[in-house]
């Protein structure tokens, strides 16, 4: 039972345009969310986070969007970049001790971004 | 160190080998994960650590798989007698707040 799911394998987008990366959980346990980028055999570089208190946490070209009711977060990359294209994982964790608990990974989404 | 170190990057076994591998974390980060990545994409939590002491280990399998944290040496992610299906790439990652930093991961082939 996938408690973090990324429904999009895979995502392309032009340079310059907008990269929306979709996660759904379903735990309501969790209530801190961090996304992490990977590149081939590399490991998982962190990228941004969200605690459940907010709603939207923005990072430069990251943004994060949380909708708790919903169960739904979102990683928005703008302005899009070549150098953006990897595998972008959701991540999920809580109850106590928040961020010294594991993390429930989703599936990943590798993203291209086209010249 | 600045960065989670994982030794070594690759490591090859015959089915019923040991294999053992190590992790240092960030220095001053007293919490270490152990995950499994298996087919690129899944990531299974294994075991963590405070400082020496077993934090979670929920993850780890019962048998053949043991995990330690001494002082002043790598932890280290050891499985006894291994089996085709442990084949992954072990990632081990440390904290000291709320953001897991990751090493390189350790590619455990079992042929």
């Known amino acids: 039972d996938q408690q973090v799911k990324q429904n999009s394998p895979s995502l392309s987008v032009q340079e310059g345009r907008i990269s929306i990366l979709n996660c759904d959980y379903t735990?309501?346990?969790?209530?801190?969310f961090l996304w992490y980028k990977k590149y081939p055999a590399e490991g998982p570089t962190f990228l941004i986070s969200?605690?459940?208190?907010?709603d939207k946490n923005e990072d430069g070209r990251f943004t994060v969007f949380l909708n708790k009711s919903a169960k739904h977060l979102s990683l928005h990359i703008v302005p899009s970049q070549p150098g953006d294209s990897a595998v972008y994982f959701c991540?999920?964790?809580?109850?106590?001790?928040?961020?010294?608990?594991?993390?429930?990974f989703g599936s990943g989404t590798r993203l291209q971004v086209q010249p | 160190g600045e960065e989670v170190a994982q030794t070594p990057k690759h490591l090859v076994r015959g089915e019923g080998q040991k294999a053992k591998l190590y992790c240092a974390p960030i220095?001053?980060?007293?919490?270490v994960f152990w995950y499994q990545q298996v087919l690129k994409n899944e990531f299974k939590f294994l075991i963590s650590f405070q400082n020496e002491n077993v934090f979670d280990e929920t993850g780890m399998p019962k048998e053949r798989f043991s995990a330690k944290c001494l002082p002043n040496s790598p932890c280290s992610l050891e499985i006894q007698a291994t089996k085709l299906e442990d084949s992954a790439v072990y990632f081990c990652?440390?904290?000291?707040?709320?953001?897991?930093?990751f090493g390189q991961g350790t590619r455990l082939t079992v042929v």
């Open positions: 969200i605690s459940s208190i907010k």
């Open positions: 991540a999920a964790s809580g109850g106590m001790d928040t961020g010294r608990r594991a993390l429930t």
């Open positions: 990652a440390s904290t000291g707040g709320t953001e897991a930093f």
């Open positions: 735990n309501s346990m969790f209530d801190y």
């Open positions: 220095k001053g980060h007293s919490y």
